[in-house]
T-cell receptor, first 112, second 112 residues
Framework: DQQVKQNSPSLSVQEGRISILNCDYT??????FLWYKKYPAEGPTFLIS?????DKNEDGRFTVFLNKSAKHLSLHIVPSQPGDSAVYFC???????????FGTGTRLTIIP | DAEITQSPRHKITETGRQVTLACHQT?????MFWYRQDLGHGLRLIHY???????NKGEVSDGYSVSRSNTEDLPLTLESAASSQTSVYFC???????????FGPGTRLTVL
């Protein structure tokens, strides 16, 4: 049972445009969400997170939106740059549990 | 600088052999995790530890074991390697009570 889902395995976006990566979850107990970025032959690196008490968190070019009623979050990258080409994983956890449940990942390709 | 390292980075072994993958972190984190990454499955949790002498099973623990004798290390052992265990393995660590996990560079294991 996949509790965190990323339904788009891949996404291609022109350089300078907005990239939107989506993630859905089924477990309503989840109250903390993270996005990780992964380059080939490297480990995932933390990008941005959001707590369920917020609906938006912004860090430079990266913004994460959370819609609790829809159990949906999205990562917006504006403007997209070639260095953003990577696999992006969303992850979720709940209070008092430090384990993360990961989605299957979305491969983002930025076209110059 | 604090870091998390994994060794070896690449390993080829034969079915039935015992294999141990090393993970060492200098963050002084209480929590350590082992994941495997496979296409279509994202990152799946194998085992985790919240401190010395503490170990717990994750969602895909069959055929794997861990032990935690100190804060810095969490070795992962495949008791009798199977071809289904061919994968990329990532170790991660986090602070007690923290959600953000820091990942190692990964070990690519091939079981022939």
């Amino acid at each position: 049972d996949q509790q965190v889902k990323q339904n788009s395995p891949s996404l291609s976006v022109q350089e300078g445009r907005i990239s939107i990566l989506n993630c859905d979850y089924t477990n309503s107990m989840f109250d903390y969400f993270l996005w990780y970025k992964k380059y080939p032959a490297e480990g995932p690196t933390f990008l941005i997170s959001i707590s369920s008490i917020k609906d938006k968190n912004e860090d430079g070019r990266f913004t994460v939106f959370l819609n609790k009623s829809a159990k949906h979050l999205s990562l917006h990258i504006v403007p997209s740059q070639p260095g953003d080409s990577a696999v992006y994983f969303c992850a979720a956890s709940f209070f008092g549990n430090e384990k993360l449940t990961f989605g299957t990942g979305t491969r983002l390709t930025i076209i110059p | 600088d604090a870091e998390i390292t994994q060794s070896p980075r690449h390993k080829i072994t034969e079915t039935g052999r015992q294999v141990t993958l090393a993970c060492h972190q200098t963050w002084n984190h209480n929590n350590m995790f082992w994941y495997r990454q496979d296409l279509g499955h994202g990152l799946r949790l194998i085992h985790y530890s919240y401190g010395v002498q503490d170990t717990n099973k994750g969602e895909v623990s069959d055929g794997y074991s861990v032990s935690r004798s100190n804060t810095e290390d969490l070795p992962l052992t495949l008791e009798s390697a199977a071809s289904s265990q061919t994968s990329v393995y990532f170790c991660a660590s986090s602070e007690a009570g923290g959600n953000e996990q820091f990942f190692g560079p990964g070990t690519r294991l091939t079981v022939l």
